[in-house]
């Protein structure tokens, strides 16, 4: 093979791979097979450097910097596109189409209207020779060099009937992952980063060192020809798809639909979709796809009239920070939240946004009284993105004081090292996060009371009957029975649950406390290690430490909590009020006849419910599951079971009817 020969042949590989890869995003060969092939044509070119071509796809590199752009004056101007805001305006505007071209529904070519940068690119007999910015729609910037080290946009087109000229209208973006990547590593650097992947866009085009430009993760779509000789299709759409064959990216969103309903449904989808797309859109573009009827309809001013861009709500706002308020969340953690001058972002009113902690604030180094960013995406809580500190008036501003004392409950708050979250010590007596320690002593892992759910704890301490779990067991029927969509049985059901659930062990008691940092595993070595709460509570740090898996931290969390009067208090009371457990000595056969068994009830019963065999098993100290697995000691079925059932035969688990489970829970007599 002549050297010649294998230039071409390489060349041919890496385009048909790039083309896979970019165009078709269907890469056919792994990413090493791929530095292969270019590093090969990359040597033969450098041993050969008169062989080399411009547009070989090893020149994806750039060149030589440029001392400034030269001018260019676009073939035929580049037009923008007028904005409307909601579905009325959008039915307003087809509307307009459909009187003009006499007919009832028109056929629209949608798009995604990408965030970055329009540009220009004509290709000379399927060759790119030059590429350009919008600038003001007549003349921009002659931008070749730069543009042609985007990864995905060919040097050379493929396939038939390439046109002798053709100018590719599209926009050049960044990809929202090259942008995070590219922010992080300027970061590093110690340098200025890009507010959005749209000015990252913006600024990597246009530096005079295409060299920089290389190395910025850019990408382009195409959405246009602009002129062109030759023949293509008489369709916005298929235009699109002829380009795509001939080797260039476009949007895979590009869609064709007839009539209203479909151009809405169509906003709502991408809407919907847009968190999740690799790159950032700010709207969809609704075009007139028959191009003789875009001439029909033709141009006012600026814009076409046969295209349309429907506009998202702005993500980002200008207001003002009025206060800092500091609330305590579900684990006491105290969360310093702006509250903002109401503004209108992202399609509802915001008037908070979290500043999270300490570290942010002093990152953003935001005052009260600043003007602020704000931004609220897709359905992400809002934040503040930076603040305008050219705008700062110095004699309306003041710094952000944060609290010493909890601010619901002022009991001290502490700010654990390496965490940069103040937390209030307050624990179980402190309001805001009663709600949360209730529903947590109530929840399965802890004392499983059976229909005590979220709700109804809100309701409970809503309503001023509960304010810490001890009190739960001086509630009477009497008083549940009052509170909003409680009916009898369940108030009776759930009088009845508090009482089956005083009967648990020394570890879902610990766990059920809602120390912090102490899940189920660490509350089991509690207990295990010191046999009675009274040894836990007066345990000290060095000897909690001793227990395996307490660290430093942990022992912190449990010594200072039994250090807390109302803990203490509440810790008592509910021993007072009858919850117990077997001493640690004493699980044996006799109280704890099923632990370590696991039971999944299926069907309906007779004589009992299944909450009360689940609760009859758990007393017994065995776990009940939801689903079958071999790890399952039986399947408890009633009448009626269905798929558990199936499943215990395929794994050879064994099953048990009722007659078998009362004789197991000795209720039969
Ligand atoms: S068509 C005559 N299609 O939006 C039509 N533009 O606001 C001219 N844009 O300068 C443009 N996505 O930078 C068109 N699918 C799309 C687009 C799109 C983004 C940008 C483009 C243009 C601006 C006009």
Not at 49 to 67: C, D, F, R, W
Not at 135 to 160: C, M, S
Not at 227 to 242: A, T
Not at 547 to 552: H, L, P, R
Request: charged fraction near 25%; proline fraction near 4%.
């Amino acid at each position: 093979m002549s050297i010649r020969t294998e230039i071409t042949h390489l060349t041919l590989l890496l385009e048909e791979y790039n083309y896979q890869y970019y165009v078709l995003d269907n890469p056919s060969v792994p990413d090493a097979e791929y530095d292969r092939v270019f590093q090969q044509l990359q040597a033969i070119e450098k041993e050969n450097p008169e062989l080399l071509s411009a547009n070989s796809p090893t020149q994806k590199v750039g060149g030589i910097a440029l001392t400034k752009f030269e001018q260019v004056t676009h073939l035929k101007p580049m037009l923008s596109l007028d904005n409307v805001f909601d579905t009325q305006a959008l039915n307003d505007f087809m509307q307009r189409v459909s009187d003009k071209l006499i007919r009832s529904e028109t056929t629209f070519c949608i798009e995604p209207k990408l965030d970055g940068l329009a540009v220009s690119i004509i290709y000379e007999n399927g060759i790119l020779v030059q590429a350009a910015t919008r600038g003001d729609g007549q003349t921009g910037e002659n931008v070749t060099e730069n543009v042609k080290t985007i990864a995905n946009l060919p040097l050379r087109l493929r396939g038939e009937n390439i046109p002798p000229l053709l100018e590719v209208r599209g926009e050049v973006f960044m990809l929202k992952a090259g942008f995070k990547k590219l922010n992080d590593s300027l970061t590093q650097a110690n340098e200025k980063t890009f507010v959005n992947p749209r000015n990252a866009a913006a600024g990597s085009l246009r530096q005079l060192d295409s060299k920089v430009t290389a190395r910025r993760p850019l990408a382009f779509y195409c959405y246009a020809v602009g002129v062109f000789e030759g023949q293509l299709p008489n369709s916005q759409f298929e235009r699109i798809q002829k380009l795509k064959e001939w080797g260039l990216p476009i949007s895979e969103e590009v869609k064709r639909v007839v009539g209203n309903t479909d151009c809405h449904a169509y906003y709502q989808a991408i809407a919907k979709k847009r968190p999740r797309l690799a790159y950032e859109i700010d709207g969809v573009v609704y075009k007139v796809d028959d191009i003789s009827e875009q001439q029909q309809l033709g141009f006012v001013a600026r814009a076409p009239r046969w295209a349309m861009a429907y506009k998202f709500p702005a993500e980002e706002a200008v207001t003002v920070v009025e206060n800092v308020e500091f609330q305590v969340g579900r684990t006491g953690a105290i969360t310093p939240v702006a509250k903002l001058k109401p503004v209108f972002v992202g399609g509802v009113t915001v008037s908070n946004a979290t500043l999270h902690n300490k570290d942010e604030i002093q990152r953003l180094g935001i005052l009260i009284g600043d003007q602020v960013v704000v931004r609220r995406a897709g359905d992400v809580i809002p934040q503040v993105v930076r603040v305008l500190v050219d705008k700062r008036d110095q004699k309306k501003t003041q710094q952000i004081v944060f609290p010493t004392s909890c601010p619901v409950c002022h009991s001290p708050v502490e700010r654990i090292e390496g965490e940069s979250t103040i937390r209030c010590v307050g624990g179980l007596y402190c309001e805001a996060q009663r709600k949360q320690a209730i529903k947590h002593f109530a929840s399965r892992k802890a004392l499983n009371i059976d229909g005590l759910g979220n709700k109804i704890v809100e309701l409970l301490v809503d309503h001023k009957l509960v304010e810490n779990p001890a009190q739960l067991f001086s509630l009477s029927t009497s008083q549940v029975i009052t509170l909003p969509r409680m009916g009898a049985i369940s108030a009776k059901k759930l009088i009845n649950s508090l009482q089956i659930c005083k009967k648990t062990t020394l570890s879902r008691f610990l766990y059920s406390l809602g120390i912090r940092e102490v899940g189920e595993a660490t509350a089991n070595n509690l207990a295990n290690h010191y046999k009675t709460i009274e040894a836990v509570k007066s345990a000290g740090i060095e000897d909690l430490k001793t227990v395996s898996d307490v660290g430093e931290i942990v022992a912190k969390h449990i010594y200072y909590f039994f250090r807390q009067e109302h803990n203490n208090e509440v810790v008592d009371k509910l021993i007072a009020a009858g919850v117990h457990w077997p001493k640690i000595e004493g699980i044996n056969e006799s109280e704890l006849p099923l632990l370590g068994q696991t039971f999944v009830i299926t069907g309906t019963f007779t004589n009992m419910s299944r909450t009360d065999i689940k609760n009859a098993l758990q007393q017994l100290g065995a776990k009940v599951a939801g689903s079958v697995s071999n790890k399952t000691s039986a399947v408890i079925a009633g009448e009626a079971a269905g798929s558990k059932l199936t499943k215990a035969a395929e794994l050879g688990v064994s099953v048990m009817d009722e007659a078998a489970l009362s004789i197991l829970l000795k209720t039969d007599s």
